[in-house]
């Protein structure tokens, strides 16, 4: 029985944390960088417009650039996927009244909702419990969303710097000075091809990391600084379609069940959410806890199996597949968020610092708060024209009296329940939420979802046939994610690639975008693990799992629009 | 529409793809087509057959060497001296940049990446595939001189059955910065026949083969029908054979008239790179492979064993 983390990849965070290299007078010098055009980086950066324009002399000492945001994809919201079934409570306070909701790119508030228990042929409706009640939340791409808020954030003065990664920090007696971005133009043995572009150094007075699920820099920044927290991260691995459907869908759907097993053994917590997208769009995915056991589990597959289902066959009937994306989600929560939020220099927000309330199946409008709360902790320091060490702590108060917090601590020991098996965790967390976290069950003990000792079951004997019309492989899907990334440059992805078989067939199965393949028989009872990096549409869930994920050559990757 | 094709040549011969523009241009009114660089004069007659009426041609030693700079300095006096209000070009790694420097000189519109064209009312319309070659775009020029780059393998270079074209010779004054670029060396790429973006042949070997040695079955049947070899993105990336032989959505983009596809899936990314081409044949031995929904021909069964019978067919016939 192996366990994934026995095999650690070859990565160390130190070779990620450097000194500037570039002369002084060459280096990039920016106000704030925020690493990420996400909503946390995003709203970070137009609430510093709003605050500059307010107060034109700190903009004035700010430099020319004041504001940057560094996106690896093509443009904002080229990497962002999610449900999305958001609270707009955080783009209220974001926006004010500078804008309404209805300005927003959504397909409106949600219309209604039912929940199912799933088992192969039926459906058994439930009340909706509490914390999965939606009415009054909107229904959004956030993909799209991205975008609009891209647009909204240069309009404010940020100048946005997409296909560019952030692939070291700067560190300095202590201090993030900034990041240094990743080379262009590699060959895949590492060698400069003829377009090679070298990185910049970025250096800022405040470096805001908004990466996002498994970030790179976060995870490099919580070592270096020693900010993780008292539990281990874990994270759950959603996939999702989005279809061009026949009928209108007249509510958002929820279910839970098959095709998941409930067997407390295999550990599968999860489920699936169907939401309309306005009149002919609806999204499908499957959501599963990457700490389950069985190494021939793939949430792909499962998705595609869901779709069989006579309840959900129908919604799509008629349909046509227009877009997939997968997408890692930090399920920690409260227990598993950083001890602190700020080092020198460096302030961590949304869901790279795991700020995800995963009872409730949100996290989008904690990430837009978070942002809009480093940005005015930024500005404060900023204000007094001194950034030391403790000026960033502001942040810290802020996120602790906010409802990001209150909402994360009520639902503290929601996730680690489950691992007592579906229907009893089920029954805690029911007992949990409804009396808002009062139920005191004592911390529950976690532990990274890579040490999940591994079984071999055949489950991935029973996934449909990919049919090209409801069910579809990888490969095709990878080709819908819109991903196209140069294929002869360096390996992106760390990984032990001689591990025993079923190290290997866990993440092969494991990767909805067909990166890993089990190679051939090393003779010493390892096998070789086949990798083709430029499949990968970085959902992380190999950094879960026991590799690592680092940043591609920017603009690599998917080419979200709807997801 | 006084239309003018670039064309590009290697040694004493014209680029294929360029010739397959220049055809199509002649098909929509008179065309002229411009050569530069060593040798163009004794090309002059060649481009007359797919239909030049006047060749410019320019053998200055500032053109010598295959960069882009210069030619820009040529193509500019061209279109001044000649009038021409349409500028055409084949993709390749000169001409997209040729085409982009003579955009940015005249501060012209180019539209790139487009896989045919034509006269609707008058007015040029070229198609430009979009959203993943999902549709056809539309697109337009909205002032003149209208540039316009093609995609490799776009038109058949066919000849048209022109005469000898009006030989007019060019030779601009450079701008200082044209010859700031310097080739500091050539290296070709060891390969015997046809490229894969000019070959009217093409065998490709996926991992169907089985092992990196198994491609010499590929070698074997491209050399017998005189083609050339192309390879899937998987045995690239597991090092059975280099990435100039890549074709699909990461690689290259193919339309021979006959693509052989052996022990190949067909997964989209690769499909994209290879639909347009005439004819597909696809041995398999999985009965299921996507490759099969798409092919003219498909024969399931093993490359190991049908592969060397069809060469030697192949060459029986041939002798």
Redesign the interface.
Same mark, same amino acid.
């Given at each position: 029985m192996s366990r994934a983390s026995n095999f650690p990849p070859p990565f160390s965070p130190r070779d990620y944390v450097a000194e500037p290299t570039d002369p002084a007078d060459e280096r990039i010098e920016v106000g704030v960088l925020i690493v990420g055009a996400g909503p946390a980086g995003l709203a970070c950066a137009i609430r510093l417009g709003q605050l500059l324009e307010e107060h034109p002399d700190v903009a004035e000492r700010l430099g020319d650039v004041p504001v940057a945001v560094l996106e690896k994809g093509k443009q904002p919201g080229s990497h962002l996927l999610s449900g999305a079934v958001v609270n707009p409570r955080a783009l209220h306070r974001l926006f004010g009244d500078r804008l309404r909701i209805d300005d927003l790119p959504s397909f409106g508030p949600v219309p209604g909702e039912s929940v199912y228990v799933l088992t192969r042929r039926a459906a058994l409706p439930i009340p909706p419990p509490p914390p999965m009640r939606n009415h009054g939340n909107w229904i959004f791409s956030l993909s799209q969303l991205g975008r609009f808020l891209g647009e909204r954030a240069e309009e404010g003065g940020a100048m946005i710097l997409p296909e560019t990664s952030a692939q070291k920090l700067l560190v300095s007696h202590g201090r993030v000075l900034g990041v240094r971005t990743g080379d262009k133009g590699r060959g895949r043995e590492g060698g400069e091809l003829g377009n090679f572009e070298a990185g910049s150094d970025l250096v800022a007075k405040v470096t805001v990391l908004a990466e996002g699920t498994q970030g790179h820099l976060t995870g490099v920044a919580l070592d270096r600084f020693g900010l993780r927290g008292e539990d281990p991260q874990v994270w759950e691995l959603g996939v999702k379609e989005v279809w061009k459907v026949a009928k209108p869908l007249d509510r958002i759907i929820h279910t839970m069940g098959w095709p998941l097993r409930p067997g407390r053994k295999y550990r599968e917590f999860g489920g699936s959410f169907i939401y309309p997208m306005g009149k002919d769009m609806v999204t499908i995915g499957l959501v599963v806890g990457l700490d389950y056991r069985d190494a021939s589990l793939s949430v792909h597959d499962l998705l595609q199996e869901l779709k069989t289902h006579p309840k959900i066959r129908k919604i799509l009937a008629g349909g046509e597949r227009v877009e997939w994306g997968a997408k890692t989600i930090p399920s920690g929560g409260f227990h598993s968020l950083p001890r602190r939020l700020h080092a020198p220099g460096l302030l961590l927000c949304g869901d790279g610092a795991g700020m995800v309330n995963i009872p409730r199946l949100k996290g989008v409008h904690y990430a837009i708060e978070s942002g809009r709360l480093a940005a005015e902790a930024a500005f404060r320091a900023l204000q007094r024209g001194e950034t030391p060490a403790s000026a960033l702590s502001s942040y810290d108060d802020a996120v602790r009296a906010s409802f990001i917090w209150d909402d994360l601590y009520e639902v503290r020991n929601m996730r680690q329940v489950f691992g007592r098996g579906f229907f009893v965790g089920g029954a805690l967390a029911s007992a949990m939420t409804m009396s808002k976290g009062r139920v005191e069950l004592g911390k529950m003990p976690a532990e990274p979802d890579a040490d999940q000792p591994l079984l071999v079951t055949d489950r991935d004997k029973s996934y449909p046939a990919p049919d090209g019309a409801l069910t579809f492989d990888k490969l095709s899907s990878v080709f819908a994610s819109g991903n196209k990334t140069r294929d002869d440059q360096p390996n992106h992805i760390r990984l032990e690639r001689r591990v025993p078989r079923d190290v290997a067939q866990l993440w092969a199965h494991m990767c909805p975008a067909q990166v890993y393949e089990v190679g051939p028989e090393e003779g010493d009872g390892t096998v070789k693990v086949d990798v083709a990096p430029s499949n990968c549409v970085q959902c992380g869930a190999i950094t879960a799992k026991g590799g690592r994920l680092t940043p591609p050559e920017g603009g690599s990757g998917p080419e979200y629009t709807l997801t | 529409m006084a239309t003018l094709v670039f064309l590009e040549h290697h040694g004493d011969e014209l680029q294929k793809g360029a010739l397959g523009v220049l055809a199509k241009a002649a098909s929509l009114g008179d065309a002229a087509a411009v050569i530069a660089g060593p040798g163009a004069r004794a090309l002059a007659g060649e481009a007359g057959k797919f239909g030049a009426v006047k060749v410019w041609v320019c053998e200055d030693e500032d053109v010598a060497q295959p960069v882009p700079q210069p030619r820009v300095d040529v193509l500019a006096q061209v279109i001044d001296d000649g009038g021409y209000d349409t500028v055409l070009f084949a993709n390749s790694v000169l001409a997209a940049d040729v085409a982009a420097g003579l955009a940015a000189r005249l501060d012209a519109g180019l539209n790139w990446d487009l896989t045919d064209i034509e006269l609707r009312d008058g007015e040029l319309v070229g198609k430009r595939p979009a959203l +993943?070659d999902s549709i056809y775009a539309d697109v337009g020029w909205t002032s003149t001189p209208r540039l316009a780059l093609f995609r490799a393998g776009s038109f058949d270079a066919t000849p048209t059955g022109g005469g000898e074209p009006e030989i007019a010779d060019v030779s601009p004054s450079y701008a200082a910065h044209s010859g700031s670029v310097k080739l500091v060396g050539q290296d070709a790429e060891e390969s015997s026949g046809p490229s894969i973006e000019d070959a009217d042949v093409i065998v490709a070997g996926g991992r169907g083969l089985g092992a990196p040695e198994n491609f010499t079955l590929a070698e074997e049947l491209a050399k017998a029908l005189g083609g050339a070899v192309g390879a899937t993105? %998987?045995v690239?990336? %597991?090092g059975w054979y280099p990435?100039s032989a +890549?074709i699909g +959505?990461?690689?290259k983009t193919v339309s021979p008239k006959l693509y052989v596809a052996l022990g190949i899936s067909g %997964?989209?990314?690769h499909k994209v790179g290879m639909q347009s081409s005439g004819t597909i044949v696809a041995i398999n031995k999985d009965p299921?492979a996507?490759i099969f929904e798409f092919s003219d021909l498909g024969v399931v069964g093993d490359v190991h064993e049908v592969v060397p019978k069809l060469t030697e067919l192949v060459r029986a016939r041939s002798t």
């Open positions: - | +993943q993105r %998987a690239v990336d %597991a990435y +890549q +959505q990461t690689g %997964a989209i990314q299921n996507p």
